[in-house]
């Protein structure tokens, strides 16, 4: 019943196992298979939590196993990275009958930022968001925290602008109060708003650079603004994107979504389970999806939490709450 794989010349055996051998740890906590290296080789056989189960489930998880030990090895034979998210990612892939190579996840470069690092979709939902993105003029990007819903619109923004495909990047966000109140922060108007914006700024910042960025807003190439400021006008040849777009109205997102002009792409992204608006108050966003589903040019891209890419815990996080919600949906306050 064992199984033996030949390790590939010239891979960072360290990087193939993990630290501590976390690697090889997840992928026997998905497959109850345990793995051995002897010397140029890796022996896979069925692990004591497999007793009880017959010969053919055995040689099964031995073939994901195995399966999941050639797509990381190949991925490092190809010059990626592989660190324990996304050796977990892969893992879930694969468990699912989808080769993360073979979908060519971490091979579509979005832009570079500004200290040379290339940026690029780290999941399958975050690729078909990018690629929502280039093909269509509106596009929603809907999902829990941590996905990349706004940093990849932002990224996606400045690489048109750069392609002189947009003359002005316009990143906009309700000032919706949670748990604070606009009135009680000091300062003025735009001094109250700021911190709403605050996850724009750090998006802009972390890819252009602060210098850079603040440049391009000066000359009102890139405009940071409440959403409150969008009324009125009308926004051509511009990359626009509006971020938490749960915490819109009905009449602010109709009014956001009619400012697009002759030349211009609109990104929309929010999180459906953390709206913030008053009791009463319906979601703009949440009305969108049912108005908007069926109208041509405009894509509806939903991650999910296997796309977050932030600390481990946090797609936890997401999962126990959904669950909870699920278990007691008079909590949510509807």
């Known amino acids: 019943m064992d199984r033996k794989i030949r390790i590939i010349d010239g891979i960072d055996r360290i990087e193939l196992f993990g630290n501590l051998d976390v690697n090889l740890n997840l992928i026997k906590e998905a497959t109850g298979v345990e793995i051995f290296q002897r010397e140029d080789e890796l022996v896979l056989k069925a692990g004591p939590d497999m007793e009880g189960f017959s010969e053919d489930e055995k040689e099964q998880a031995i073939d994901l196993a ?19 998210q996304k050796a977990a990612y892969v893992i879930n892939l694969k468990k699912e009958g989808i080769s993360y190579g073979e ?3 971490g091979r579509d470069v979005i832009c570079f930022t500004h200290k040379g690092k290339p ?3 780290k999941t399958l939902g975050q690729k078909n968001y990018v690629n929502s993105i280039r093909e ?14 706004t940093y990849i619109a932002v990224a996606m923004a400045i690489n048109a602008f750069k392609n002189k495909e947009v003359q002005k990047i316009i990143l906009a966000r309700p000032a919706v109060e949670a ?13 109250k708003v700021d911190p709403y914006l605050r996850p724009l700024y750090d998006a802009l910042y972390d890819v252009l650079g602060r210098d850079a960025a603040q440049r391009l807003k000066e000359k009102e190439a890139i405009e940071v603004v409440p959403l409150a400021y969008m009324r009125g006008r009308t926004l051509d040849n511009s990359f626009i994107i509006l971020d938490e777009a749960q915490n819109t109205t009905r009449e602010q997102m109709k009014m956001f979504l009619t400012r ?6 609109v990104v929309v992204t929010g999180d459906i389970t953390q709206i913030d ?36 815990l946090v797609r936890k996080i997401i999962n126990a709450y959904d669950r909870y919600y699920k278990k ?3 909590e949510m306050g509807e």
């Not at 195995?66 to 324990?84: N, Q, T, V, Y």
């Not at 999902?143 to 990349?148: D, E, F, V």
């Not at 606009?182 to 001094?191: T, V, Y």
């Not at 697009?260 to 792409?265: A, C, E, R």
């Open 260 to 265: 697009m002009g002759f030349g211009s792409k």
């Open 328 to 330: 007691y949906p008079e």
């Open 277 to 312: 608006l008053p009791r009463g108050k319906k979601s703009g966003l949440v009305e969108a999806e049912r108005v908007l589903k069926d109208v041509k040019d405009i894509a509806f891209c939903y991650l999910k939490d296997a796309d977050v890419v932030r600390h481990e």
């Open 103 to 105: 979908n060519k996840v």
């Open 179 to 191: 748990g604070e109140r606009l009135g009680f922060l000091p300062g003025d108007l735009q001094d």
């Open 119 to 121: 940026l690029k979709p």
């Open 136 to 149: 269509k003029d509106v596009v929603f990007g809907i999902g829990p925290a941590g996905t990349g819903k």
């Open 66 to 84: 195995a399966g999941i030990l050639a797509e990381m090895m190949s991925l490092l034979a190809g010059g990626e990275s592989l660190d324990k």
